[in-house]
């Protein structure tokens, strides 16, 4: 099963400071391999018109009926899966990480998880600016992101 995230209204490659908030340059965001917070996939600068990722899963049939999502992508145990969404900067050629957004399978409804796991494709789509103009972060549930079969 592929599952897709499709980003958009991304804050900015800069974030001024603010309470609470220091500050960063060279804003990028990607995702993290599970296991490995080094690890990122395809970091995206903060000022794209969008971002997206592909993530191979695999979907398997629970005794309780439901379907855990599992993949090289995906952190978590099977009550609580979730994709995180890191936001960087770049400190020469290492990306320091300074927030993370985390996008919570759980929170997907049971139909959409059953209609994703016959069509093959699992989609999120959401925003990745928050009220205060900086990047999103914590958890990520509806109505923040829209979950949706392929």
Request: hydrophobic share 40%; aromatic share 12%.
């Given at each position: 099963m592929e599952l897709r995230i499709e980003a958009t209204d991304l804050p900015g490659r800069e974030c001024g400071t603010g309470p609470g908030f220091p500050g960063y340059r060279d804003i990028h965001v990607a995702?993290?391999?599970?296991?490995?917070?080094?690890?990122?996939?395809?970091?995206?600068?903060?000022?794209?018109?969008?971002?997206?990722?592909?993530l191979e899963c695999e979907a398997k049939r629970l005794p309780d009926g439901g379907v855990d999502i599992t993949g090289?992508?995906?952190?978590?145990?099977?009550?609580?899966?979730?994709?995180?969404?890191?936001?960087?900067?770049?400190?020469?050629?290492?990306?320091?990480?300074?927030?993370?957004?985390?996008?919570?399978l759980a929170a997907v409804d049971r139909a959409t998880v059953e209609e994703a796991v016959g069509t093959g494709l699992l989609v999120a789509r959401l925003g990745l600016t928050d009220a205060k103009g900086h990047p999103l972060c914590a958890a990520v549930r509806p109505p923040v992101v829209t979950w949706s079969a392929g």
């Open positions: 995702v993290q391999r599970r296991g490995r917070p080094a690890e990122l996939l395809d970091p995206t600068p903060g000022d794209a018109a969008g971002a997206g990722w592909s090289r992508y995906v952190q978590g145990g099977p009550a609580g899966r979730f994709v995180y969404l890191n936001w960087v900067t770049r400190d020469g050629e290492a990306w320091t990480l300074f927030r993370r957004a985390k996008l919570l």
